[in-house]
């Protein structure tokens, strides 16, 4: 599978990520996929657990995406997750395999106000 490929299956999978259809997301992952969440120290084998934890999430969920960088077996999407109107910036970085996403590790960063000290040195960016 190539570079356009794998584009269009990132751009399907966000998108039912976004509408909560919950098996089109999945199409994306290898049957023993390894998802990494390292700020919470969890480790989620195979895809029907991925899927079965991402179904049962309580909170609504929107997405968006910022940016999609990648090419060959390695991909990474920028986006930000709003769980019931809190924001986090998160990443996502896919390993494909064959075509399909056999390791996932996703960052997620709640939003701060910036300290007052750096105020000479930067400018506000806008909220995706």
Known sequence: MGDREIR????????????????????????????????????????????????HHPAKLTFTIRRILGGGDLWITEYAIDYDGKPASTISIME???????????YFADPFAPPAWRDQWVESMPHL
Not at 35 to 44: A, F, L, M
Not at 96 to 105: A, L, P, S
Request: hydrophobic residues 30%.
């Open 96 to 106: 494909f395999r064959d075509g399909k996403v056999v390791h996932e590790t996703q």
């Open 8 to 55: 269009a299956a990132l751009d399907r999978h966000w998108a039912a990520s976004a509408a909560g259809d919950q098996d089109t997301e999945h199409e994306i992952y290898h049957d023993d996929v390894v998802t990494d969440y390292p700020q919470s120290g969890e480790r989620i084998h195979g895809r029907r657990n991925l899927q079965a934890l991402r179904s």
